[in-house]
């Protein structure tokens, strides 16, 4: 009875054991897709975690700061094709102008009113005057010859009057003045009001001077001589002609041989030098402009009848004003 318990207990035991062996099989084998879910979980999850950045070395970090030393001017912002140090190419179809170097202006003779009316070697000198404001002539002091490129106020006065045949045209603005005033006849300008009355009798082809545009060490202080040109038709605002270094025309500055607005100084102290104040000190005609053309150097004779005796008369040198 006792073998038989031992039997019996033996294989129970026996069958237990293949039994756990079993399911330990069973269990242990994955499937491949079971396999391939685990090892993409293990892959999502190593994608995952982040590892920390490795600290540079010191000898890294001084050599990243010492090319930013050497490249401390700002990348472009603009696109790659970009070159920002120079200059944009202008649009296609758009209006390129360089501007010159003198900025001047110029008239027709037939924009100012009454030129027609003038005597005729006044339309010449203002035709004259004028067609140098086209030639772009700037302003260069000392001189008085449009071939350097430039004239000064009474280069440009003496040049004029030169060209025209008028002879002993001093050079100098404040010898100018005085020829007029031994040689014409000068009108004093005291007013500051652009409608006085002392305006009144200026005529196209006068000269006009002014003081204390600058400072001059000279006996008469004259530092500034144009030419009038009378009115304009279209604004009736009296304009002149000459050569400056930054007076207006139509309210811009003009550097050069030019036409300039005629405008009185307000009587205000130079802003570079409060000793000056600039002041306009009257216009005169340029000595023998407006006298009648003579047509003969020399008097016509008369044709008397015989046993008679010519009168005698004294001589009367002929001028042209100076």
């Not at 094709?81 to 003198?102: H, I, L, R």
């Not at 030129?115 to 404001?133: C, G, M, Y």
């Not at 001093?170 to 409608?195: A, M, T």
């Not at 038709?233 to 500055?253: C, F, H, I, L």
């Amino acid at each position: 009875m006792k073998g038989f318990a031992r039997l019996f207990w033996l294989v129970l035991l026996v069958m237990a054991s293949a039994h756990g062996d079993e399911n330990t099989s069973s269990g242990g084998l994955r499937s491949p897709s079971r396999v391939h879910r685990s090892l993409h979980r293990s892959s999502r999850a190593h994608q995952g975690s982040v590892s920390p950045t490795p600290k540079p070395s010191q000898n890294a970090t001084r050599k990243h700061s010492h090319k930013d030393e050497d490249d401390s001017n700002p990348a472009p912002t603009g696109t790659p094709n970009s070159t920002p140090s120079e200059p944009k190419e202008a649009a296609k179809g758009s209006s390129v102008k360089n501007e010159p170097v003198t900025s001047v202006a110029s008239l027709n003779p037939v924009q100012l009113r009454d030129f027609d009316a003038q005597p005729i070697k006044v339309q010449e000198l203002i035709r004259n005057s004028l067609a140098l404001t086209e030639r772009n002539l700037g302003y260069k002091y000392g001189s008085a010859d449009p071939t350097q490129g430039g004239m000064d106020c009474s280069g440009f006065i003496y040049y004029v009057l030169s060209s025209a045949g008028f002879q002993d045209v001093p050079r100098q603005s404040s010898d100018q003045y005085l020829w007029v005033r031994k040689n014409s006849e000068f009108h004093s300008v005291l007013s500051r009001n652009p409608e006085t009355f002392e305006l009144k009798e200026m005529q196209p082809g006068d000269l006009m001077f002014w003081s204390g545009t600058y400072a001059v060490n000279r006996d008469v202080p004259i530092s500034h001589v144009m030419i009038y040109l009378g009115l304009e038709k279209s604004t009736g605002k009296p304009v002149m002609v000459g050569a400056s270094d930054g007076r207006t025309y139509d309210g811009k500055q003009r550097f050069g041989v030019s036409v300039f607005d005629f405008r009185l100084p307000n009587g205000q102290p130079n802003k570079n030098d409060p000793d000056l104040v600039a002041r306009f000190e009257g216009y005169a005609p340029i000595p023998g402009l407006r006298d009648p053309a003579v047509t003969s150097s020399k008097p016509l004779k008369e044709h008397l009848p015989k046993n008679k005796t010519t009168p005698q008369t004294s001589p009367e040198p002929l001028t042209d004003g100076d």
